[in-house]
Nanobody
Framework: QVQLVESGGGLVQAGGSLRLSCVVSGRTFSNYAMGWFRQAPGKERKFVATISWSGGSTHYADSVKGRFTISRDNAKNMVYLQMNSLKPEDTAVYYC???????????????WGQGTQVTVSS
């Protein structure tokens, strides 16, 4: 079993930055690709970013390219999402997830955290 716990969410003004963190425990972290998804109120959960087990490959949703950066530290069992130039439309609950391979769909991921709220005010 793999456990994921997100942190770092909060309230920020438009144009500001936040860094989300996700700590993973339970199995060998470096075996998993990691992803971030988000779910806005009344909407479906959507892909944000993913990173390969080595950190050498990343993919982003078009809506966050150039503003968000996903990274990982395998020595610390951590994955991060640096979010810059935040917009009100980035408001959502952000979820960390683990997969045996890089994927862009929810079904590609086996384990999920509980989520952390990010609210961007205009």
């Amino acid at each position: 079993q793999v456990q994921l716990v997100e942190s770092g969410g909060g309230l920020v003004q438009a144009g500001g930055s936040l860094r989300l963190s996700c700590v993973v425990s339970g199995r060998t972290f470096s075996n998993y690709a990691m992803g971030w998804f988000r779910q806005a109120p009344g909407k479906e959960r959507k892909f944000v970013a993913t990173i390969s087990w080595s950190g050498g490959s990343t993919h982003y949703a078009d809506s966050v390219k150039g503003r968000f950066t996903i990274s990982r530290d395998n020595a610390k069992n951590m994955v991060y999402l640096q979010m810059n130039s935040l917009k009100p439309e980035d408001t959502a609950v952000y979820y960390c997830a683990a997969s045996r391979y890089e994927g862009l769909r929810q079904v590609d991921y086996d384990y999920w955290g509980q989520g952390t709220q990010v609210t961007v005010s205009s």
